[in-house]
């Protein structure tokens, strides 16, 4: 029975039975995979202190065609992000991505972009960077590496360029209409030029350079409505971290 290494993501780690631990990990090489971690709890060489929340593991598992769960047989820390969890307002930004990616992606699906992703944000919520530009970059860029991106660089009716002043965002659409297009057509969100430069920047620019990109509160207040609003179309349902992040940073 062949053994299985990669690096991982824990998104859910729950207690199963009187000491083991069923686990969700964001991989590198798999995409999303479940597992069971027997004698998780008891163990202190093979799992300790390694498969909470927002983790960032190696991990070895196999695998028997007829189960639905993989078998751990042990992990190992490459990094904590131990501040996600000592800090209220880091783990609520950090759980609302990790339950963005647990929601938004099936299992078995490899995306290495979208891992490093994962692992690039929370490394900059563990640093402290809390600015709400951070969550409409993730959003946006998640969109992006699973197919889901708005349309952002033309009219997506009559495929011309923008130009002029008044655009529209169109959730059925998928992205941005000019005046032309959108006229008469329902549920549209009014978006500013400044605003759709940004997303754009937001999509394109390379990870290492995305705290650069500024928002004007403009930007901020217009991206965040088309963005949840996009978002939702593709979650089943409403995300609790989202509620939880929502009454942290009001609090």
């Known amino acids: ?5 990669t690096p991982a993501i824990v ?22 995979i479940k597992g069971i971690a027997k004698g998780a709890k008891r163990s202190r060489k093979r799992f300790a202190n390694t498969l909470g929340i927002c983790s960032y593991i190696q991990v070895t598992f196999f695998e028997k065609e007829t189960r639905d769960l993989v078998r751990l047989d042990h992990s190992d820390l490459i990094r904590p992000f131990s501040s996600l969890r000592e800090d209220i307002t880091k783990l609520a930004w950090a759980s609302y991505f990790i339950e963005l990616v647990n929601e938004l992606t099936g299992e078995r699906i490899k995306n290495k972009a979208l891992f490093r992703l994962l692992v690039f944000f929370l490394n900059l ?17 998640l969109l992006s590496h699973l197919g889901y991106q708005p349309h952002l660089d033309r009219c997506t009716r009559c495929q011309k360029r923008l130009s002029g002043e ?8 998928g992205g941005v209409l000019c005046l032309s297009c959108a006229a008469n057509l329902p549920g549209l969100v009014p978006i ?4 759709i ?11 290492e350079k995305v705290e ?10 217009e991206s965040q409505e088309v963005l949840s609003i996009f978002l939702q179309q593709y979650l089943a349902k409403e ?13």
């Open 125 to 141: 919520i563990d640093r402290g960077m809390l600015g709400e530009e951070i969550q409409r970059i993730f959003e946006v860029r």
């Open 192 to 195: 500013s030029l400044g605003t």
């Open 239 to 251: 995300l609790k971290s989202k509620k939880f992040l929502e009454q942290i940073s009001m609090a």
């Open 166 to 173: 008044k655009f529209f965002f169109g959730i059925r659409e």
């Open 197 to 207: 430069k940004t997303l754009q920047l937001a999509q394109s620019l390379p990870l």
């Open 212 to 221: 650069r990109i500024s928002f004007s509160g403009q930007s901020l207040k």
């Open 1 to 5: 029975m062949p053994l299985y290494k």
């Open 11 to 32: 998104l859910r780690s729950t207690p199963y039975g009187e000491s083991d631990q069923i686990v969700t990990l964001y991989t590198l090489d798999f995409g999303k």
